[in-house]
């Protein structure tokens, strides 16, 4: 890796699938404009494998820093970089971008360029949503996620896709006004800059605290989304199309989850610790209340995106212990759940794409016309619902470890959403793939291709990796969950005494 590649690795990033957006509009058919995107995006997995290989896990503080001036009457910078808690949602993003190009390979048979253009657009938002360490550049990329996902629900959704679509972007907009006022606000407070470094090391009056933090929870709460807030998921998740569902479930809802353990727990840790106590019984309700619905659902997609309301629930009780177990199981909980959740919808999408149909009563019998899809739709579920080997186990394990020190009662209750996940995934496996062959449909099917397969397979192999051997993931990540706890410890230490004096 020369010098200057390094340099300017995040920027690469971020221009090759602006570069592949180009491409696809001189494409001159649909099959030269999915090799045009399927390059791109494998091109851009090289790329974020390079930026883990070169990341330096001893370092806990930002590495392959980019700084410009932009707008310097507002103080406003192009600066990125990448940490072990960042980076880990980056080559999640460049993972799963050429498994969502891959997934439309088939299915879609119109409008083909426009939709890769968007998988890509939305990759390269997310790059910098995950590395920008400039409040300006954060928000700008923040909206525009929302815009490629909006129009993959109303142009490519189902029945129902207006009223998704529509839903989803007043929910958004909500969230992204309350961004929006907490980084005004954190601007005004903080000496009128939008960089995260500094605004990370002042101190801020209780008051102030406490309006800019709940502004900034709210909008992280959406995205996320924590109970009450997540009315919009089932809606976008059924409608959306295949490649849609991986990339909301995936890489957007981690953008929460990242905003909490970005802004939220550094920037306010007292406000933080004062939320927490709520935060953490909101969690709880959260794994048990997306459980007991996903138990309920008849609708395959809306049973998945039920139980990703649970899993994020794991999440959040993670990530506000304020402690190393939990805030790395939180990361890890993000991680894999963005591959065992990703699997499942493309494993859904597969067998949408043959049948059109999602409603469980419609399946039995798949082992038989199916096995191939079986076996990795049987992986993919134990693995959500948490069984030890597989990656999903450690995450939870950890975030129970650490709650643990805050309330054995929430321990139990989450405990209980384990139990509901083991209930409605293995229902849903026996009745789906292991019952009574319903129609002569189902027998008639055809198993996975060998690309459906490929689709799959990478993710599957993840699921074991991560779940027997999560070192190298631990090793990326501690010192900076390490540096953030004592951080924290550290800005309460100095709020306390400033209120003794």
Excluded at 4 to 16: D, Q
Aim: include cysteine; glycine fraction near 8%.
């Amino acid at each position: 890796m020369t010098e200057w590649f390094a340099n300017h690795l995040i920027s690469c990033l971020v221009l090759l699938p602006v570069v592949g957006m180009a491409l696809l509009a001189l494409a001159r058919d649909d099959e030269w404009a999915k090799r045009i995107a399927l390059g791109t995006s494998l091109l851009e997995l090289g790329l974020g494998i390079g930026l883990w290989l070169g990341f330096d896990a001893k370092n806990p503080e930002f590495q392959f820093v980019e700084r410009y001036v932009w707008m310097p009457t507002f103080n406003i910078h192009y600066a990125v970089g990448v940490d072990g808690i960042s980076l880990l949602l980056v080559v999640l993003t460049t993972l799963l971008t050429p498994l969502c190009v891959l997934s439309t390979w088939q299915s879609l048979h119109y409008r083909l360029k426009v939709f890769l253009a968007l998988i890509l657009l939305v990759e390269a938002a997310m790059i910098v949503v995950f590395t920008a360490l400039d409040l300006f550049l954060f928000f700008m990329l923040w909206e525009v996620t929302m815009i490629p996902m909006y129009f993959m629900i109303l142009l490519w959704g189902g029945p129902g896709r207006i009223a998704a679509g529509i839903k989803f972007v007043l929910y958004s907009l909500t969230g992204s006004l309350l961004l929006l006022i907490g980084i005004l606000g954190l601007y005004l407070e903080g000496g009128r800059t939008f960089d995260w470094v500094m605004l990370s090391h002042q101190t801020y009056a209780p008051d102030s605290q406490f309006w800019i933090f709940l502004a900034l929870f709210l909008a992280f709460a959406i995205k996320l989304p924590m109970v009450p807030f997540h009315s919009w998921l089932p809606d976008a998740h059924s409608e959306a199309p295949t490649a849609g569902s991986v990339i909301l479930a995936g890489v957007l809802l981690k953008m929460g989850g990242y905003g909490f353990l970005r802004f939220c727990l550094p920037i306010f840790p007292e406000a933080s610790a004062q939320f927490a106590p709520l935060i953490l019984w909101l969690s709880v309700i959260a794994i048990l209340y997306g459980g007991y619905n996903a138990l309920a659902q008849t609708d395959l997609k809306k049973l998945i995106a039920y139980s990703s309301i649970s899993h994020m629930g794991f999440v959040t009780l993670g990530i506000f212990v304020f402690n190393n177990p939990g805030i790395q199981g939180a990361i890890l909980q993000m991680f894999n759940h963005g591959i065992t959740t990703s699997a499942l919808f493309l494993a859904v999408g597969q067998l949408y794409d043959r049948t059109h149909s999602r409603q469980i009563r419609d399946y039995g019998g798949l082992q038989k016309p199916m096995p191939r899809l079986v076996m990795l739709l049987s992986i993919f579920s134990v693995a959500s619902f948490g069984l030890p080997g597989t990656c999903n186990f450690i995450g939870e394990f950890l975030v129970l470890v650490g709650a643990s020190s805050k309330s054995y009662i929430m321990v139990l209750l989450a405990m209980g959403g384990i139990v509901l996940a083991a209930g409605y995934m293995l229902w849903m496996l026996q009745r789906v793939a292991f019952g009574q062959m319903v129609s002569k449909m189902v027998a008639s099917l055809s198993d996975l291709t060998h690309r459906e397969v490929m689709t799959l397979v990478p993710l599957a192999v993840a699921v074991f990796v991560i779940g027997l051997y999560p070192s190298p993931l631990f090793e990326v990540m501690d010192l900076r969950v390490t540096a953030l706890v004592e951080h924290m410890n550290s800005m309460h230490a100095t709020a306390i005494s400033a209120l003794g004096r």
